[in-house]
């Protein structure tokens, strides 16, 4: 094979690497639900890098979107109260039925088993089992229970909104008060340092806890804050319960108080789930490609041209010194 040959293709290989190192598919994906009418509503997927203009529909024929959940496992589940169902979705949007709850309530979590607790607007919160087949009742005696979470040691979080309580369970089901005082709790998340935010929306408050229970305000910037998620890199998003979505970044792991504008338009997007973007290369690849067809054919037609001006040039040159033979002779 000509060397002019292989410098092109080895320029598109390594255009496409860096192309693809670079691509918004590797980055993390937020979801968010719009949960605004009785039509019909949104499921909306976000780059977390890029903001609302990478604003795309991931899927847009459910109805009364609540809690959003990933697995760690490029699938989504969505618990839908209007349908006492939880939904898991596959990254292209279809979805299935993954189990039927009475008085299902928000959102849900997974354990390090993969079963998935959900709590339940009658006081309980449900074990599954990873695959939704069987159930058990892993705590009652709730109000309200509006969203679970996982910290770091396994241990589970309940905000219960009538209450205005964080209940904390050990891994036997024994609870014990984490925190009291708080009004109309929803977002529940916590930072790779252990620390829980937790969004009260009627308060206009974001609070977080140490591990100790010790309460600080976060910030007070958001007009009735509501979903809360972290992405890889430590940054906070929050939606505010009427169709914005802010982004709080993460400053060499000092997190910043002041809000940007990450997403607007949605409606009520109460509930916010983020997916971190290392999947498998399969799953990036179709996402790259189906996401940002036209820069990666831009990439190639660019690193092909690129190849065949150094082709042409390579024939240029060496046509020179023969001509310059000939005349010497």
């Not at 190849?307 to 046509?319: A, D, E, P, T, V």
């Amino acid at each position: 094979m000509p060397s002019s040959i292989k410098y092109a293709w080895f320029t598109i290989l390594t255009m496409a690497a860096v192309w693809l190192g670079s691509s918004s598919a590797r980055a993390d994906i937020l979801f968010a639900g719009d949960d605004g009418d009785d039509n019909g509503t949104n499921i909306w997927e976000f780059d977390t890098t890029a903001g609302g203009w990478s604003k795309i529909v991931f899927c847009g024929s459910i109805r009364g979107v609540d809690g959003l959940i990933s697995d760690g496992k490029a699938n989504l589940y969505e618990s839908n109260c209007g349908r006492d169902e939880i939904f898991k979705f596959t990254l292209d949007g279809k979805y299935k039925t993954f189990a039927t709850l009475d008085s299902l309530g928000a959102a849900a979590a997974f354990d390090n088993q993969g079963n998935l607790f959900v709590p339940q607007w009658n006081g309980k919160i449900v074990k599954l089992s990873p695959d939704g087949n069987t159930s058990s009742v892993f705590a009652s005696n709730l109000g309200r229970p509006i969203q679970v979470v996982f910290d770091g040691r396994g241990e589970l979080f309940a905000g219960d909104q009538e209450t205005g309580f964080i209940y904390m369970y050990d891994q036997d089901g024994t609870r014990t008060t984490f925190a009291s005082g708080l009004t109309w709790i929803i977002g529940l998340a916590f930072d790779r340092h252990g620390i829980l935010f937790v969004a009260d929306t009627l308060k206009n408050t974001i609070y977080k806890f140490a591990p100790d229970g010790t309460r600080t305000i976060f910030t007070r910037n958001l007009t009735m804050p509501a979903g809360l998620a972290f992405d890889s890199r430590g940054n906070l998003f929050a939606s505010d319960g009427r169709g914005e979505i802010y982004k709080f970044l993460n400053k060499g792991g000092t997190l910043s108080t002041k809000p940007i504008l990450f997403a607007t338009g949605l409606r009520h997007d109460y509930f916010i789930t983020i997916m971190p973007g290392s999947m498998p290369f399969a799953t990036l690849l179709s996402k790259a490609l189906a996401k940002s067809w036209m820069w990666f054919l831009a990439v190639v037609l660019t690193a092909v041209l690129m190849g065949l001006c150094f082709f042409l040039l390579r024939r240029k040159c060496r046509r020179v010194p023969a001509a310059s033979n000939m005349e010497n002779s």
